[in-house]
C-alpha cells in the first residue's frame, strides 16, 4: 500500500535501563540532513532541506532539473562541504554516478582498488576488488581494460568501486539513465540484490517515476530546494505492477506533484522481477 508521508525526526542515543551509563542502540537512521541550505552565487539550490535515511532503507529522490537532488548527494558524499551539524552520515557513504568515471590508462581491478587507498595492503586491495567484481557479475574482467567493457559492464565495475568499501549509505546518482532497457532491467536486479546482501541504505537520484516505484521503499519528490512530498510503498516489489492500485494512484500523485499530467505507464512494463520474500 502507499501512502503520502511527512518525516519524523529520530533519536539515535538512549540511556540503558538500569547502568547509570549510557548506551549505545541501533541507531534509528544512517543519514540525518537537519536544515541544509546550498546556494551558488545568488540561486539558492537548498532550503533548509530535511531528511533522515533509516538503516537499510532504499530511498527515491525525484524532481525537475535544477531542484536539488544532485547537490544534496553531493553533500551527503562530503563531495561539497556541508556543516557537520546540518549533514551527519553515521558509516561510509559511497556513490556511483550516472557515467561510471573509470580510469582508462587502469584495468577493471584497478579501478574498483581504488576506493580501498586506505587501506595499507595491495594483496589484501586486491582481494577486495576480486571478490566485489565477481559479486557484481564481473570476475572475469579483473584485468580487462575499460575501453573493452560494454556501458552496462562499466556500470557494474562503478557499483563495485562504490561496494568494495562497505558502505552503510550508497549513493546513486542516475546510474541507469545513459543504458538500453533490457540492461536497465538486469540492473535494477543487481542493485536489489546487492542491496539485500549487503543491508546498506541506498538513496537513488532518478527522473524515473516507473523505476523509483519499482525499487523504493520511500519516494521523495523535491520542489525549490526541500522535501516538498514523500510517499512510503509497503507492497512487496514482485507485485508493483502499474496495474495495481497502490501503485496507479502512487504514480499519478507523483507525477502531479511534478507538475505532469499523469499518463497511462508503459504497457510491457511489469512488476520487479525479484521475490521480496514478503518484505517491502
Do not use: Y
Not at 537499510?56 to 524532481?63: D, I, K, Q, S, Y
Amino acid at each position: 500500500m502507499a501512502r503520502l508521508t511527512t518525516p519524523t525526526p529520530a533519536p539515535t542515543r538512549t540511556r540503558a535501563a538500569g547502568t547509570g551509563q549510557h548506551a549505545e542502540q541501533p541507531r534509528e537512521h544512517v543519514a540525518r540532513v537537519v536544515g541544509h541550505s546550498r546556494s551558488f552565487g545568488s540561486t539558492q539550490v537548498l532550503r533548509s532541506i530535511d531528511l533522515d535515511i533509516a538503516p537499510g532503507e532504499f530511498v527515491a529522490l525525484l524532481g525537475r532539473s535544477g531542484c536539488g537532488k544532485s547537490t544534496l548527494l553531493r553533500s551527503l558524499a562530503r563531495l561539497d562541504p556541508a556543516p557537520a551539524e546540518e549533514v551527519q552520515v553515521h558509516g561510509r557513504a559511497a556513490v556511483a554516478f550516472q557515467e561510471p568515471r573509470l580510469l582508462p590508462w587502469r584495468r577493471v581491478a584497478e579501478n574498483v582498488a581504488l576506493a580501498l587507498l586506505n587501506s595499507p595492503e595491495r594483496r589484501q586491495r586486491h582481494d577486495l576488488a576480486r571478490q566485489t567484481l565477481e559479486e557484481v557479475g564481473l570476475g572475469d574482467k579483473l584485468d580487462a581494460w575499460p575501453r573493452q567493457l560494454s556501458g552496462g559492464q562499466a556500470q557494474r565495475v562503478s557499483l563495485a568501486r562504490a561496494l568494495v568499501s562497505n558502505p552503510s549509505l550508497l549513493l546513486l546518482d542516475e546510474p541507469f539513465s545513459a543504458l538500453d532497457a533490457l540492461t536497465r532491467i538486469d540492473m535494477h536486479q543487481l542493485v536489489i540484490d546487492l542491496w539485500r546482501r549487503h543491508s546498506m541504505a541506498v538513496l537513488l537520484v532518478t527522473h524515473d517515476v516507473d523505476e523509483a516505484l519499482a525499487l523504493a521503499d520511500r519516494l521523495i519528490v523535491m520542489d525549490e530546494g526541500h522535501a516538498a512530498h514523500s510517499w512510503r510503498i509497503t507492497l512487496p516489489r514482485s507485485d508493483r505492477a502499474p496495474s495495481q492500485p497502490e501503485i496507479a494512484t502512487a504514480r499519478a500523485e507523483i507525477l502531479r506533484s511534478l507538475g505532469v499530467r499523469p499518463v497511462a505507464p508503459n504497457p510491457n512494463r511489469t512488476a520487479h522481477p525479484t521475490d521480496d520474500q514478503g518484505a517491502a
